[in-house]
């Protein structure tokens, strides 16, 4: 009997795992890194261990300390959540050598799956359909992807599309999987653009019986990483969906598994599937199945690792549909850049839950007040949808996302919503391209509500700024006054309003009038229809909330003032993060779109290209370096470059790019 559960992990995943255990009457035992003192996994749980550093590499990946830090707070049982060390046989072993249980599958079912291409072969011996390695690819098999064997989350992951790139994409990949996991085997097989991940949650017990416990779609992704994730995955003809719940059945008993774990298939439109890898773990998308089936996963993970049976002989069947989105601080329209910095608010409208209670749901590891570093994975929240249809839940989740209070910095969510709301998506035209296919149409924005936003930000810091007129004070016409903003993708509005008689007007709208403003609340109508804006600021920063969705504004000073120009052939750091390693030589001359070095941040890596043909004349990066947001990296001269005093002209962009891991 499971007593005290420590859990080997940061975030919405311990928080989850303690949700469960108060439940369960189970004290709870967090671990964590210097950077997350104070973060909300170590405040919920009852005793919590220091992991000395910042680094993952120093912290939630030394099995050494994790193991110890259990034994001094007196847990008799190890939760690894996802990521870190949640896949490492030897970190389940070291737990069990012990005399700690270990709530996941057997070391030896871990080691059997660690690398996909041992995994394919264990596969194909089970008669469960496998994707075959290349081993000399020819033009007839493009596209190819290099794939990391022991790796998983989109690291060491490559799309060649020429087979004079796939050397040099080979040893990237291999260089990125050392790095991430250890390992450097990399191997190469077709791929399938046009294709759907389609995965099934399992769950065995050690009695002999092992449940499909439902199937998901995980389609939509960017960097070979989920975005959005849905359950049942739709349209499948049963015939399809019954084969591809036998055949994850079958891969589990091949190797003897224990606990919670996922077997996920490549789909093609004809209803052909390959085996791609077995998650030897809880998945970031386990709500989804748990609100198509009521069950409690993680209940079920400890029920198992305490010997106990599964409840019956099958799983029970999916009612509704149940949709989630994961939202990230990063920077769709920059490559998917991740963004650090303060959130200030996350918060979901929940006033629809009075008539539909349980039917959203917010797993979040971090709350307001809290850093978000460079240190880890970019991940804020997962927002999870269930309704009896899938539109209908599709409907609710694009609507809680648009309505939600996300204050900080740049995230995933208008593309979230314009995702969901899609008729591609809507109509189950899923595939792992979806958002490269349908960038144009997830990247517009409505400009006409923009410059709406900015008028109320105006009025509202009118109104902030307003005081009692004093005595004798003459009704005269006062001069316009101006505010500036920078939208997200860089355009500049100006907003002119005047304070009259009868209040403020809005002379750079013509037709919208001013009903009420307060500093955090703006009423504007225009054409009898009204529309209220919430209004938040910090620092500069300006967020605007509507019930239909939000923009995040930037406020400028009143007059543009001058800036040092940076060399046009500088190159900046786009980001905080660490040097992983550079790929090219002072003095070497270099062409457009060559990369230069990599930078690892947020478990990514982005690559820094040269702007333009020319000659590497600076190179101020070495591997292991970290470096702060614009920090100089690199300058590359060209045949174009200006000789103008740098402190006195405008500047000039540098141009940077971090082009996918």
């Given at each position: 009997?499971?007593?005290n559960?420590?859990?080997?992990?940061?975030?919405?995943?311990?928080?989850?795992?303690?949700?469960?255990?108060?439940?369960?009457?189970?004290?709870?035992?967090?671990?964590?890194?210097?950077?997350?003192?104070?973060?909300?996994?170590?405040?919920?749980?009852?005793?919590?261990?220091?992991?000395?550093?910042?680094?993952?590499?120093?912290?939630y990946?030394?099995?050494?300390?994790?193991?110890?830090?259990?034994?001094?707070?007196?847990?008799?049982?190890?939760?690894?959540g996802?990521?870190f060390?949640?896949?490492?046989?030897?970190?389940?072993?070291?737990?069990?050598?012990?005399?700690?249980?270990?709530?996941?599958?057997?070391?030896?079912?871990?080691?059997?799956?660690g690398?996909?291409?041992?995994?394919?072969?264990?596969?194909?011996?089970?008669?469960?359909?496998?994707?075959?390695?290349?081993?000399?690819?020819?033009?007839?098999?493009?596209?190819?992807?290099?794939?990391?064997a022991?790796?998983?989350?989109?690291?060491?992951?490559?799309?060649?599309?020429?087979?004079?790139?796939?050397?040099a994409?080979?040893?990237?990949?291999?260089?990125?999987?050392?790095?991430?996991?250890?390992?450097?085997?990399?191997?190469?097989?077709?791929?399938?653009?046009?294709?759907?991940?389609v995965?099934?949650?399992?769950?065995?017990?050690?009695?002999?019986?092992?449940?499909?416990?439902?199937?998901?779609?995980?389609?939509?992704?960017?960097?070979?990483q989920?975005?959005?994730e849905e359950?049942?995955?739709?349209?499948?003809?049963?015939?399809?969906?019954?084969?591809?719940?036998?055949?994850?059945?079958?891969?589990?008993?091949?190797?003897?598994?224990?606990?919670?774990?996922?077997?996920?298939?490549?789909?093609?439109?004809?209803g052909?599937?390959?085996?791609?890898?077995?998650?030897?773990?809880?998945?970031?998308?386990?709500?989804?199945?748990?609100?198509?089936?009521?069950?409690?996963?993680?209940?079920?993970q400890?029920?198992?690792?305490?010997?106990?049976?599964?409840?019956?002989?099958?799983?029970?069947?999916?009612?509704?549909?149940?949709?989630?989105?994961?939202?990230?601080?990063?920077?769709?329209?920059?490559?998917?850049?991740?963004?650090?910095?303060?959130?200030?608010?996350l918060?979901?409208?929940?006033?629809?839950?009075?008539?539909?209670?349980?039917?959203?749901?917010?797993?979040?590891?971090?709350?307001?007040?809290?850093?978000?570093?460079?240190?880890?994975?970019?991940?804020?929240?997962?927002?999870i949808?269930?309704?009896?249809t899938?539109?209908?839940?599709?409907?609710?989740?694009?609507?809680?996302?648009?309505?939600?209070?996300?204050?900080?910095?740049?995230?995933?969510?208008?593309t979230?919503v314009?995702?969901?709301?899609?008729?591609?998506?809507?109509?189950g035209?899923?595939?792992?391209?979806?958002?490269?296919?349908?960038?144009?149409?997830?990247?517009?924005?409505?400009?006409?509500?923009?410059?709406?936003?900015?008028?109320?930000?105006?009025?509202?810091?009118?109104?902030?700024?307003?005081?009692?007129?004093?005595?004798?004070?003459?009704?005269?016409?006062?001069?316009?006054?101006?505010?500036?903003?920078?939208t997200?993708?860089?355009?500049?509005?100006?907003?002119?309003?005047?304070?009259?008689?009868?209040?403020?007007?809005a002379?750079?709208?013509?037709?919208?009038?001013?009903?009420?403003?307060?500093?955090?609340?703006?009423?504007?109508?225009?054409?009898?229809?009204r529309r209220?804006?919430?209004?938040?600021?910090?620092?500069?920063?300006?967020?605007?909330?509507?019930?239909?969705g939000a923009?995040?504004?930037?406020?400028?000073?009143?007059?543009?003032?001058?800036t040092?120009?940076?060399?046009?052939?500088?190159?900046?750091?786009?980001?905080?993060?660490?040097?992983?390693?550079?790929?090219?030589?002072v003095?070497?001359?270099?062409?457009?779109?060559?990369?230069?070095?990599?930078?690892?941040?947020?478990?990514m890596?982005?690559?820094?290209?040269?702007?333009?043909?020319?000659?590497?004349?600076?190179?101020?990066?070495?591997?292991?370096?970290?470096?702060?947001?614009?920090?100089?990296?690199?300058?590359?001269?060209t045949?174009?470059?200006?000789?103008?005093?740098?402190?006195?002209?405008?500047?000039?962009?540098?141009?940077t790019?971090?082009?996918?891991?």
């Open positions: 009997m499971i007593t559960l420590l859990v080997a992990n940061r975030g919405e995943i311990a928080r989850r795992v303690f949700r469960t255990c108060r439940r369960l009457g189970i004290a709870t035992t967090a671990v964590h890194s210097d950077p997350d003192a104070d973060a909300p996994h170590v405040r919920e749980a009852d005793a919590a261990v220091r992991l000395p550093g910042a680094a993952p590499a120093d912290t990946l030394r099995g050494d300390l994790i193991v110890a830090a259990a034994l001094a707070a007196g847990a008799d049982a190890v939760h690894p996802y990521g060390l949640s896949e490492n046989a030897e970190f389940a072993q070291a737990v069990l050598d012990a005399g700690l249980t270990w709530v996941g599958p057997p070391p030896a079912a871990i080691a059997a799956m690398s996909k291409t041992a995994a394919k072969r264990l596969m194909a011996e089970a008669d469960v359909p496998v994707l075959a390695a290349l081993t000399e690819p020819t033009e007839a098999d493009l596209p190819l992807l290099v794939k990391a022991a790796g998983g989350g989109g690291r060491g992951m490559r799309v060649v599309r020429r087979l004079a790139d796939l050397e994409e080979l040893e990237a990949a291999r260089a990125e999987a050392l790095s991430a996991f250890g390992d450097a085997e990399v191997f190469v097989e077709r791929y399938l653009p046009a294709g759907r991940h995965e099934v949650q399992l769950m065995a017990d050690s009695h002999g019986t092992v449940w499909a416990v439902g199937d998901r779609d995980c389609s939509l992704q960017r960097r070979h989920k975005v959005v359950a049942p995955a739709p349209g499948l003809a049963p015939e399809v969906r019954a084969a591809l719940h036998a055949a994850a059945v079958d891969a589990a008993r091949a190797i003897g598994y224990r606990g919670a774990g996922t077997a996920e298939f490549l789909l093609t439109e004809d052909r599937f390959w085996f791609l890898e077995m998650n030897t773990r809880l998945q970031v998308e386990h709500p989804v199945t748990e609100a198509v089936t009521g069950l409690d996963l993680v209940a079920l400890l029920a198992v690792a305490e010997g106990e049976p599964l409840p019956g002989p099958a799983a029970p069947p999916t009612t509704g549909h149940a949709i989630e989105a994961r939202l990230y601080a990063e920077d769709p329209a920059h490559g998917w850049r991740p963004a650090t910095g303060t959130l200030h608010r918060e979901l409208d929940r006033s629809y839950e009075e008539f539909a209670p349980g039917e959203l749901r917010l797993d979040s590891g971090i709350g307001a007040g809290d850093e978000i570093t460079a240190h880890y994975d970019p991940m804020l929240a997962k927002v949808a269930w309704a009896p899938r539109a209908a839940a599709a409907r609710r989740l694009a609507l809680a996302l648009a309505r939600a209070r996300v204050h900080g910095p740049a995230t995933n969510r208008e979230l314009r995702a969901l709301r899609h008729p591609a998506f809507l109509d035209r899923l595939h792992t391209g979806f958002l490269a296919e349908h960038a144009e149409d997830l990247a517009a924005r409505g400009a006409a509500g923009t410059e709406r936003a900015a008028l109320a930000a105006a009025l509202a810091a009118a109104a902030a700024r307003r005081t009692p007129l004093p005595s004798g004070w003459r009704n005269l016409p006062s001069q316009p006054q101006l505010r500036r903003y920078r997200v993708d860089g355009a500049e509005l100006e907003v002119r309003y005047r304070h009259t008689r009868d209040g403020l007007h002379e750079s709208h013509p037709g919208v009038e001013l009903v009420s403003a307060t500093p955090e609340f703006v009423v504007l109508a225009e054409n009898g229809l209220g804006y919430h209004l938040a600021r910090h620092g500069d920063q300006v967020y605007v909330d509507t019930a239909t923009v995040t504004l930037t406020a400028l000073p009143r007059f543009p003032e001058p040092v120009r940076t060399d046009p052939g500088a190159l900046l750091a786009p980001m905080p993060g660490t040097v992983v390693r550079t790929t090219a030589a003095g070497e001359r270099v062409t457009a779109g060559q990369p230069l070095l990599v930078l690892e941040a947020m478990k890596e982005h690559r820094i290209t040269a702007p333009a043909d020319g000659v590497l004349v600076e190179l101020r990066a070495e591997p292991g370096r970290q470096v702060e947001v614009g920090a100089l990296l690199a300058v590359v001269k045949e174009t470059d200006s000789t103008t005093d740098p402190t006195t002209d405008p500047t000039t962009d540098s141009e790019e971090d082009g996918p891991a």
